[in-house]
């Protein structure tokens, strides 16, 4: 991995209520790299495909084991919406907050929570990555304004 | 390959149930689907059965099927529980469809049952949950009103539908559903009503979201060889259609569609070989009112885009060119996620053998169910046709 980005990690190990990510198999490296702050997606060297989430193979070409690269880490909402009731526990006091569909610069769309005020969440806003570690092992990308 | 045929089907209430258990409501549909058969079926004429069921609550999880079937007098015969979430029962047809086109089976139960009212919230949302991307979706703190409000969002952003548009989906389902005696929210409800609900996943509001219900439906499907000694006035199979995706919304290229659906009712037209201007009335997967507008786009009942324009015509209420969720559909009728399916091919057969009261659609000959798994991952489609010259 070069030309890495490094995004803030945020410690909530103690606080955090929520859903924890279980890194395995092709899951592991995206969620060791979360944890220095940098978000990875896979990009196929047969075809070029970039993808998240990790798979065993290329969403397009089948290669197996597409290898990781550094994301800059930059995107911009696709959609979204503002959850007033909120999903499982860790979200309940957050409401009302945002989800977004984030397209990353190198393409790929990941879902995330975006952490700031619902009205001023828009189609096409500038985000950039930041991370909240849960555990020992993950940190969740959670995307704020540019 | 034989032809199949829709000969009785029936269901309990939908509702919350806290006196019921999953066996005492299947039982109820599955007498209910006896008795509606015009010449009678005896349990033991069945020779097979598929049961849907997402095992909300995961009670008996692990053969669920057998542990219904067993309760109604069918033990011994094969039976498979089928699990697609939303869209099991859905499915359980068709896999009863194929048992029966197939040769194997002659009498075939397509079943499913959902118990979903005895937990608290947080827990049925973590049910609700597990129909998702669990791994990816959750972790962004979505609920499944939140998958189905980007879709929302992003169909509103391309094409101008309005969230009153929305609404009008509310109002038309819960005025058909104050016509069915079994539906759970068997109220009428006013445009103003439906527009100034709480928000619960912006832009979709309490009224645009389902509710979530405990219920079984049955519904009893046989071969060609057979099928004149259980009625005078067939109902054939006339299409099937089926089709997956990726379970995560976020991984498919279309937000303003269900490429899933697309599939199944391409498949299912072609083997019908009808149009959807052929349909008499149609039942669709509601489970979120941006979801009735996907459907009438991606099932061909308007153009690309042009859903919003459709509700707000008229035409898909009773009495319009193509009624839509006569039932109630998901919205007023109910979801309990197992038998939604089979659920809709009551409405089909109810319709169809005009033993649907108030909310009967003017002398149909054919009609659709559409049932979809979570935002997508499945979708299946049945085209259910009256064989008028045939018993003529």
Not at chain 2, 45 to 72: C, I, M
Not at chain 2, 150 to 158: I, L
Not at chain 2, 210 to 224: F, N, Q, Y
Request: proline residues 5%.
């Amino acid at each position: 991995m070069t030309g890495a980005e490094s995004g803030p990690v945020e410690d909530r190990r103690d606080s955090w209520e929520g859903p924890v990510p279980v890194p395995t198999g092709a899951n592991s490296e995206f969620w060791a790299a979360t944890l220095e702050g940098e978000l990875v997606h896979q990009h196929c060297e047969e075809c070029g495909t970039a993808q998240l989430y990790p798979r065993a193979v290329c969403t397009d070409c089948g290669a197996v084991d597409p290898p990781f690269e550094a994301s800059s880490g930059v995107g911009e909402v696709y959609t979204y919406t503002v959850c007033h009731v909120p999903g499982e526990p860790g979200f309940g006091d957050r409401t009302p907050y945002v989800v977004a569909a984030v397209d990353l610069e190198e393409g790929p769309r990941l879902l995330a929570l975006v952490d700031c005020d619902p009205d001023r969440v828009e189609i096409g806003m500038a985000l950039e990555v930041t991370f909240w570690q849960v555990s020992d092992e993950a940190a969740l990308p959670v995307f704020v304004p540019q | 390959m034989r032809d199949a045929y829709l000969v009785g089907a029936g269901q309990s209430d939908y509702g919350a149930f806290p006196e019921e258990s999953y066996r005492s409501l299947f039982r109820t549909a599955f007498e209910a689907a006896t008795d509606s058969v015009p010449n009678g079926l005896e349990a033991s004429d069945v020779d097979e059965a598929f049961v849907g069921n997402l095992g909300v609550g995961g009670r008996q999880l692990g053969l669920s099927g057998p542990a219904v079937t067993e309760h109604v007098g069918l033990g011994g015969v094969p039976c498979t529980r089928v699990e697609n979430a939303c869209a099991a029962s859905g499915y359980a047809t068709r896999q009863a469809v194929q048992a029966v086109k197939s040769g194997m089976a002659d009498v075939v139960l397509a079943g499913g049952f959902e118990i979903m009212s005895d937990m608290s919230s947080d827990a049925t949302k973590y049910w609700l949950g597990v129909s998702g991307e669990t791994e990816w979706e959750r972790l962004s703190g979505t609920t499944f009103s939140g998958v189905y409000a980007q879709m929302a969002s992003v169909h509103m952003e391309t094409y101008g539908t309005t969230r009153e548009q929305l609404s009008r989906v509310a109002v038309k389902n819960h005025s058909n559903g104050a016509k069915n005696p079994h539906a759970q929210l068997g109220f009428e409800c006013s445009l103003e009503d439906a527009q100034s609900a709480p928000v619960v996943a912006d832009p979709l509001n309490l009224y645009h979201c389902c509710p979530t219900s405990d219920g079984a439906a049955c519904a009893l499907i046989v071969s060609e060889d057979v099928v004149d000694e259980y009625t005078d006035d067939p109902i054939r199979v006339a299409g099937v259609g089926a089709g997956s995706d990726n379970v995560g919304l976020f991984q498919r290229d279309s937000y303003t569609g269900v490429p899933a659906s697309q599939r199944a009712a391409e498949t299912a037209y072609e083997m019908a070989g009808v149009e959807p201007d052929d349909l008499d009335f149609a039942e669709v997967h509601d489970c979120f009112a941006i979801a009735e507008l996907l459907a009438y786009e991606d099932l061909g009942f308007c153009e690309k885009g042009e859903a919003g324009q459709l509700i707000e015509s008229g035409e898909t209420e009773i009495g319009g060119d193509l009624p839509v969720n006569t039932s109630g559909g998901l919205k007023s009728k109910g979801h309990p996620i197992g038998a939604t399916g089979a659920g809709q091919v009551v409405e089909a057969f109810k319709q169809l053998s005009g033993n649907a009261g108030e909310r009967q659609v003017e002398d149909p000959t054919r009609g659709l169910t559409h049932n979809v798994g979570g935002s997508g991952g499945a979708s299946v489609i049945h085209i259910f046709e009256k064989e008028t010259e045939v018993s003529a």
